[in-house]
Nanobody
Framework: QVQLEDSGGGLVQVGGSLRLSCAAS????????MAWFRQAPGKEREFVAR???????TYADSVKGRFTISRDNAKNAVYLQMNSLKPEDTAVYYC?????????????????WGQGTAVTVAS
């Protein structure tokens, strides 16, 4: 069983930055892809960024160039650096562990989820 603890969310002004963290316990995650998703009020959970086992990355078009996903296998953790935040980035952000090596943009490919951390971008 894997436990994921998301943290780092908060209230930030437009144009500001936040760094989200996801700490994992219960299993070494270096062999799995990991990802961040987000869910805004009244909307479905959507893909934000993914990092493969060998640190290849993909991003949603809406965050490309502003967000950076990274991982520290020694700490069993994944991070999301968010810069130039916009009001439309407001959501609860979740980290997730894939079922395999590469992951995807589909929530169906992720087996374990964090509890979420809320990000609010004030205009």
């Amino acid at each position: 069983q894997v436990q994921l603890e998301d943290s780092g969310g908060g209230l930030v002004q437009v144009g500001g930055s936040l760094r989200l963290s996801c700490a994992a316990s219960g299993r070494t995650l270096s062999s799995y892809a990991m990802a961040w998703f987000r869910q805004a009020p009244g909307k479905e959970r959507e893909f934000v960024a993914r990092i493969s086992r060998i640190s290849g990355t993909t991003y949603a078009d809406s965050v490309k160039g502003r967000f950076t996903i990274s991982r520290d296998n020694a700490k069993n953790a994944v991070y999301l650096q968010m810069n130039s935040l916009k009001p439309e980035d407001t959501a609860v952000y979740y980290c997730a562990v894939s079922r395999g090596l590469f992951g995807s943009e589909s929530t169906n490919d992720y087996l374990y989820w964090g509890q979420g951390t809320a990000v609010t971008v004030a205009s």
